[in-house]
């Protein structure tokens, strides 16, 4: 099973400053199969990338995801208010789906 | 709209069992695999299992496998998650959810539930 590693496990930055998100996989993976998503408190998930870099319907060009084989980021080059929340990556190229353990982005 | 509606909040004891439903709409129910993810309080998400309506093939997380079951009624376009003794450490929310594309269990999830919160207390 993959096991993914998602760092730092807090981030705290200001509005309009640039936050970069790393996953890393314990063995190469396809990049076909590499998403990330947002979760707010309360709030189901929702998938902001897939693909590694194809952002989902509705997804502001602000979030941008790259990477490939055992590494993986997602960069929001603006943060907005509502962009302060947690943050997952998962692998979905086979079963289980593993999902990393979150990088909170929060408000500095 | 496509969308999943889940069945609401439970509270039950320690051994009993418990069933809780999602219902698909706005898609074809048949066509389309549907997830099960859990969240324990303030933790991150895991994948459980997943389900294919259509003929009901079944895939489960080898942490989840003999703990819960997955199953389907396409007739009435609902997956559900089952527990026949129930732990303290099945407190969670869990949720469903329907990958991006139909037919392929090797997405990611597009369309989430709104969770259901299942609490087990004596």
């Known amino acids: 099973e993959i096991v993914l590693t998602q760092s730092p496990g807090t981030l705290s930055l200001s509005p309009g400053e640039r936050a970069t998100l790393s996953c890393r996989a314990s063995q190469s993976v396809s990049s076909y199969n590499f998403a990330w998503y947002q979760q707010k408190p309360g709030q189901a998930p929702r998938l902001l990338i897939y693909?590694?870099?194809s952002r989902a319907t509705g997804i502001p060009d602000r979030f941008r995801g790259s990477g490939s084989g055992t590494d993986f980021t997602l960069t929001i080059s603006r943060l907005e208010p509502e962009d302060f929340a947690v943050y997952y990556c998962?692998?979905?190229?086979?079963?289980?789906?593993?999902f990393g353990q979150g990088t909170k982005l929060e408000i500095k | 709209e496509v969308q999943l509606v889940q069945s609401g909040a439970e509270v039950k004891k320690p051994g009993e069992s418990l069933k809780i439903s999602c219902k698909g709409s706005g898609y074809s129910f048949t066509n389309y695999w549907i997830g099960w993810v859990r969240q324990m309080p303030g933790k991150g998400l895991e994948w459980m299992g997943i389900i294919y309506p259509g003929d009901s093939d079944t895939i489960y997380s080898p942490s989840f496998q003999g703990q819960v079951t997955i199953s389907a009624d396409k007739s009435i376009s609902t997956a559900f998650l089952q527990w026949r003794s129930l732990k303290a450490s099945d407190t969670a929310m869990y949720y469903c959810?329907?990958?991006?594309?139909?037919?392929?269990?090797?997405?990611?999830?597009?369309?989430w539930g709104q969770g259901t919160m299942v609490t087990v207390s004596s």
């Open positions: 693909g590694a870099s």
């Open positions: 959810a329907r990958p991006l594309s139909g037919g392929s269990r090797r997405d990611p999830f597009e369309i």
């Open positions: 998962q692998h979905y190229g086979s079963s289980p789906g593993t």
